[in-house]
């Protein structure tokens, strides 16, 4: 369309330019004569080869019409078909030699610009310029355009297609991860595609995460479901046989079977001991089930050093026979909280306690090195075999099935925890067992 404007325009300036100048020159039908009879001599010399021949149509045609829009001849010669078809075809030539600029015509089923000036006679001269030429080439232009346009555009569809379909193709494998993902396989995770984009790399790499969020809940879960349940059913089986040892004792008292006295006393002192231990194994499960809570504990400014001292003391007042080395001279101040640990040292000595004949040694050690405190409770013992002290912090193990509740080092285990520590056994069958406790030594001072 800019084509076309711009070759109009050039043709119309031509046609201005040469009706501005006739326009300037007042001249009369009468001089422009020669005008007229050049442009006859034209057309016939352009139809000499005979009626059966197609004349084309001229490329410029002048007439000279009357103020009533009929051509006019000239010297007894009558205006060619030419003249008189464009004579025609303007209605009103006074208008067009007032307007501003050219018009569109047809002569002869052929296009024309046309432009018009008065004569200072009254009468007007047409001017017209062929522009069929221009047309046919915008037509053609315009069926190239439209060719290779249409070309273009199936080239770019299936170039979309293809650019769509290729990255479409890290969208299906997180359809397919996410598919075998509800079918039960936490482990798999969309891959890395040859030619990824940014935001799609990014939407992977968080999914991705995601999923692995997803997959460690979901084991944590399943994890946390078993101990649960098997913690059950371990406090199910450890209170079961107290409670049936009370039950039973209690039916043959009902039942009067107990007719003498000594055995009244014994049957009554099982139930007190069944009892007690009850109780015990109650307030050892509810101190576990508070450490899971993870309680506030009271932290405070505490003496290592005294509460070790005191294990062992306590230790020597319960078993006089057994030979109790300590190691904690001085004092180690360290906030912590003081019950706790001292139920740890309880657990530690009491598992030694239960665990080992009354004359094993025991060495109860602490010392302070890289921001650390280490208290180590070491005994002389038969030691355990490399399966059971994997699982001696589990709750309700004993090993070998010897006696105590099973849950002394895993109250010791969950106090630590709680301060930020950890505890590690060092053991084997035959060489004694040795727990060691690390505390972290927040405002420790040594003196």
Same mark, same amino acid.
């Given at each position: 369309? %800019? ?83 464009? $004579?025609?075809?303007?209605?009103? @030539? /006074?208008?067009?030699? *007032? +307007? ?22 009254? !009468? ?5 310029? !062929? ?23 199936? =080239? ?7 650019? =769509?379909?290729? *990255? ?40 991705? +995460? ?15 479901? $078993? ?16 409670? @049936? #040892?009370?039950? /039973? ?5 009902? *039942? ?26 109650? &307030? ?20 290592? @050093? ?5 294990? #062992? ?13 300590? %190691?904690? &001279?001085? !004092?180690?101040?360290?906030? #912590? ?14 598992? =030694? ?9 025991? *060495? ?29 912090? &589990? ?19 969950? =106090?630590?925890? #709680? ?12 060489? /004694? ?13 040594? @003196?």
């Amino acid at each position: 369309m %800019g084509m076309r404007y711009y070759l109009l325009g050039q043709v119309d300036t031509e046609l201005v330019k040469l009706r501005d100048s006739l326009a300037g020159s007042r001249l009369t039908v009468r001089q422009i004569d020669s005008l007229s009879a050049l442009g006859f001599i034209r057309d016939r010399i352009a139809s000499d080869g005979g009626p059966t021949r197609e004349r084309p149509a001229p490329d410029s045609i002048f007439a000279a019409v009357d103020d009533e829009g009929r051509a006019i001849g000239l010297f007894g010669v009558r205006p060619t078909e030419a003249q008189t078809a464009l $004579a025609h075809a303007v209605p009103d @030539s /006074g208008a067009l030699a *007032r +307007a501003a600029d050219p018009g569109d015509v047809r002569v002869e089923d052929a296009a024309y610009r046309v432009t018009a000036v008065a004569l200072a006679d009254g !009468s007007y001269v047409l001017m017209a310029t !062929s522009t069929e030429a221009l047309h046919a080439g915008m037509a053609k232009a315009l069926k190239l355009d439209l060719a290779v346009g249409t070309l273009l555009l199936a =080239v770019l569809a299936c170039l979309t297609l293809f650019s =769509v379909r290729l *990255r479409m193709v890290p969208l299906e494998a997180m359809v397919e991860t996410s598919s075998a993902i509800a079918e039960g396989d936490l482990t798999r995770r969309v891959p890395s595609s040859h030619h990824p984009t940014r935001e799609v790399e990014q939407l992977r790499l968080s999914l991705n +995460a995601m999923l692995h969020q997803v997959e460690s809940a979901y084991r944590t879960r399943e994890r946390s479901a $078993a101990q649960l349940r098997r913690f059950v059913a371990d406090a199910s089986h450890e209170l079961r046989t107290p409670l @049936s #040892a009370i039950r /039973g004792y209690l039916q043959l008292y009902e *039942r009067g079977m107990l007719t003498d006295p000594a055995q009244r006393e014994r049957a009554w002192g099982r139930v007190l001991a069944e009892t007690d231990r009850m109780g015990h194994l109650v &307030d050892e499960l509810l101190t576990l089930a508070r450490l899971d809570q993870q309680p506030e504990l009271r932290f405070r400014t505490v003496d290592l @050093s005294r509460l070790v001292r005191d294990a #062992a003391e306590d230790l020597r007042v319960q078993q006089p026979g057994r030979p109790v080395t300590v %190691g904690a &001279d001085g !004092s180690l101040l360290v906030r #912590a909280d003081e019950s706790g640990l001292r139920k740890v040292l309880g657990n530690l000595t009491g598992n =030694v306690r239960t665990h080992t004949a009354a004359d094993v040694p025991v *060495r109860l050690g602490l010392d302070r090195a890289d921001g650390l405190v280490h208290i180590r409770v070491e005994d002389d013992g038969p030691g355990l075999a490399e399966e059971d002290a994997a699982r001696v912090f &589990d709750r309700f193990f004993r090993a070998g099935g010897g006696a105590g509740s099973g849950l002394g080092l895993a109250i010791v285990q969950g =106090v630590v925890h #709680a301060h930020g520590g950890e505890v590690t056994v060092r053991t084997a069958p035959g060489e /004694g067992l040795a727990v060691t406790v690390t505390l972290p030594a927040q405002a420790a001072a040594r @003196s």
